[in-house]
């Protein structure tokens, strides 16, 4: 862990972030993903971000859920990697895994452009709130000895750190991303609709950038059933990139001199007085 983030060599990368939504069809779902990471790779984009639950519809009954990461959670994480390498682009898309028990885990999987893993995450906060309860539907991921419930990756001369959905509400995780030297923060979420929910998201992600003085590269499900709003904040807190509307693509050149610039002139991960410390 770093309490002063070291200066970024040079180094450019370009995000989409990709607006879709996951139905109760998962080899319909591979075909959406197949059709944006290529529209995405096509317009430059060395890595695309799917949201939570891209796999399969998350309004399903958990029972359902469980069902169908036993039997169709491997074939779509061996798809998926399949499509990055077809297409030449990193992807991170919303899976789920056979937890073992009744439930299944909401899980981030991440393929690099020749197809091999880069990374596994399973979700840590679920998302008991605004009369919701998806600890009815998926299995807490237990917390590890050091952090290691953490994802990082690096890619580009980044590194990228995983947040899903309602992780964005704690604050401590991503900073335990930066402290873990992520410069990236990559959300994929299903941002469920309510009231004031859009606000939420957008105020929720330009916090995490501002407080970290990092980018962070959010994608959501589309309206009605979540929020859309899919977008891509740089240090300072501006959306250099939004996906409006329906399906679609928001993408981004993330560059290490606009992060060093912003650190310069905001020191603030220099100036912190306390360090983030484990739940026991």
Known sequence: MSDTPERLPDAAVTVAVAQFAGTADVSANLAGIERLAGAAAARGAAIAVFPEASMYDFTAPAARIAEIARSDGGRFEAE?????????????AGTYGDSGGPLARNSLIVADAKGESLGRYEKLHLYDAFHYRESDKNAHAPLQQGFGELTTFDLA????????????????MARLLIDRGANVLLVA???VAGPLKELHWETLLKARAIEN?????????PAPLSVGLSMIVDPSGLAAATAV?????A???????RLNAVRELLPSLRHRRYAVVQKQ
């Open 80 to 92: 998926v990697h399949a499509i990055a390498r077809r297409h030449g682009i990193a992807i991170v």
């Open 157 to 172: 001369g980044f590194r990228f750190g995983l947040l899903n959905c309602y992780d964005i509400r704690f604050p401590e």
């Open 213 to 221: 003085t990092c980018y962070v590269a959010a994608s959501c499900q």
């Open 245 to 249: 509307g329906g399906e679609g693509l």
């Open 189 to 191: 979420s299903g941002w």
């Open 251 to 257: 993408i981004a050149t993330l560059t290490a001199g």
